[in-house]
């Protein structure tokens, strides 16, 4: 059972205030073999601060070769506006987030390094500060390595996972973590191998440092530690749009919009309040890339790339190489149109599309394609995953090609390498669904905005009068079961469970929603989720070959093997169900126009799952004749082999998109 590649099926739309739910529509080093008693501690080298102290560099004073080192840039007063690291001698080392405050990098030989850290602080002045980092002889056993150093901003859940380094078929026998310095977090160490705490609040940039020691099987132990830069952020105002934000930066330098990007998409101090009180920026100051390509042009991916914030630079020359040979039709293009901006970011999750802003905010798990890539993306599951604790069943879902998973699967735990050919089903499943609900405010024929006004207020009054796309969705087709919409109330915008609800089987669920007319449960969040998921699926298909797989079980928990995970009621490619055609061709005649409503009714027949067969044993699923949505009599549940993989939570995929 490839549970990597199956989906743990989460919740909705994201939560802040009550504007912000409106205005959503989402979806360092040392080692030893003492006992942990003697172990000592890494002791960090901060540059003192004199008195005309600009900013100041808390370091890693030495590293053995193969662990993580890090170093952070600290404000001695103020906040810091730009920061740039480079390496100015030493070993050369990779420094993949050389814009942020917090830089790391693994060294694979002895030497010292050098760094140089460039700032610009928030009152325009510049200044600059050095750090020597000694790195000695890789360790000779088993070692940890914690991976990585960060910054993030105040109140912000981020993650560091520890990665044992094992020789000779040595194991780990424990991991224990400890907090060395800065303001008193709570830990999360529920996983051994992997620390979370959400950050603290803070005026000034401070500095967290952990410590983590590794007992091997062999009764070899070893230590290693991290620090977690928190950088000073001004209060949020009433009525913001952001509950949080991370610095970001444009990721070309000479855009037409460079300057208004970060302030008017991800600034923690925008606020709403009225048409008459906020600071949003007007669409003349950020107007949509439809204005920029011209009346009906499909924007370059040049102009494209020049509204793309990003947390690392890679992130963006993964897009834009995303772009340039994967979006071989063009759809990609012509939907950004409807967008103001692209974020893309380590710590955004889930993904979500605002017209608040008019920008689409993307997971940056989507988008990594080598192991120190990934390393930078924070592990801190979607918080909606704990709306579903108390109910009865379990729901999943895949994308199959061929009788087989269509994506790899990615192990957390794994040092992998993806292609770029890849993120079809990873970024662009996720494009597919961010901009759908892009269309939905804003399609094709309504691009053309008062440049006065903020694009809130372009699009307030359609909204008011049900005019968007959506809307027409649920007027000529609505959903209707009720069971469904009050569990979608709960899993996407976390209700209180009902005792009916936790009566409810899985075999209950299907029935409710076999009979009705969603291509997914997501579909019961609201009306805007319904038609992104109508939308990403069939372009999904129509495009890429790929259907979509759903499925209800008994309550999946830490420890089951597959074969106890057993299927209620399911489905493969839904999506071409009679009933639901219809209103595809609704959502693609509104948002996508170039699409042939024709392709609609060549989708692949959908097909039943076996009921009372597990999870697994419904990947190879022949086609099935004249068959009903509606459940039927589940079978009696049978055992499955005892050598079937274990599935853990850690190894299921969020959706991330939603």
Known sequence: ??????????????????????????????????????????????????????????????????????????????????????????????????????????????????????????????????????????????????????????????SVRAWPMLIGGDTVRDIVWTQVSGPIVTMDTANNKLLMFKTPKTTVDTVLRFRAVMTTGSGRQDQDEVSVGVEAQPAKPNYYLFDSTQRVHPYRSAGV???????????????????????????????????????????????????????????????????????????????????????????????????????????????????????????????????????????????????????????????????????????????????????????????????????????????DSGALASDALTTQYPLQSVEMKALGQVLFQGAVVTEAQKAYTAFDVGGFFGADVASDDYAYSSSREDLAMLFEEFMMSYRHGVQYDIAFTNVYTEGMTAPQVIVGWGQRGRIAEAAIKPRIKLVLARIAPWIDLAAVDSLPAPILMKVGASWDANLVLAPSVGASARPVQPSILRAGSASAPRPGRDDLKLRDRR
Not at 13 to 27: D, F, G, N
Not at 359 to 373: E, F, G, K, S
């Open 257 to 463: 919009y460079t300057g208004a990007l970060a302030r008017c998409v991800y600034d923690i101090g925008l606020y709403y309040e009225t048409s008459a009180k906020n600071n949003v920026c007007s669409v003349g100051t950020l107007p949509l890339l439809q204005a920029e390509a011209g009346p009906g042009a499909v924007p370059s991916v040049a102009q494209i790339m020049g509204r793309v914030l990003v947390s690392h630079d890679f992130l963006g020359a993964n897009f834009e190489q995303f772009l340039l040979t994967q979006d071989t039709h063009g759809d990609f293009r012509r939907l950004l149109a409807g967008v103001t901006a692209i974020v893309l970011g380590s710590h955004v999750r889930p993904s979500y599309y605002t017209y608040g802003t008019g920008a689409i905010y993307l997971d940056a798990n989507n988008l990594w394609l080598t192991p120190d890539q990934r390393d930078v993306v924070t592990e801190v599951p979607d918080y909606r995953l704990a709306f579903a604790d108390g109910l009865n069943y379990s729901a999943f879902g895949r994308q199959v090609k061929n009788n087989d998973y269509a994506r790899r699967s990615f192990p957390s735990t794994d040092r992998i390498s993806r292609s770029t050919e890849e993120l079809v089903l990873e970024i662009g499943r996720l494009l597919y669904h961010e901009l759908a609900h892009a269309s939905d405010f804003f399609p094709a024929t309504q691009r053309t905005l008062n440049p006065a006004l903020p694009i809130y207020d372009n699009v307030a009054g359609r909204i």
């Open 1 to 158: 059972m490839n549970f990597a590649q199956s989906t743990w099926r989460l919740p909705g739309a994201l939560l802040a205030t009550t504007l912000l739910a409106m205005l959503l529509a989402s979806c360092g080093g040392g080692s030893g073999g003492a006992s942990p008693a003697s172990i000592p501690a890494t002791t960090p080298a901060p540059t003192p601060a004199p008195t005309n102290c600009s900013v100041r560099i808390d370091a890693d004073a030495s590293i053995e070769a193969g662990k993580t080192a890090g170093a952070t840039a600290l404000a001695c007063s103020g906040t810091l506006a730009d920061v740039t690291w480079t390496q100015v001698s030493g070993p050369v080392v990779n420094l993949l987030a050389a814009r942020s405050q917090t830089v790391a990098f693994e060294p694979g030989v002895a030497g010292t390094v050098r760094l140089r850290a460039d700032v610009r602080l928030a009152d325009g002045s510049a200044a600059s500060a050095t750090a020597d980092i000694a790195v000695s002889a890789a360790p000779a056993g088993s070692y940890v390595t914690l991976r990585a150093d960060h910054s993030v901003r105040p109140e912000t859940n981020t």
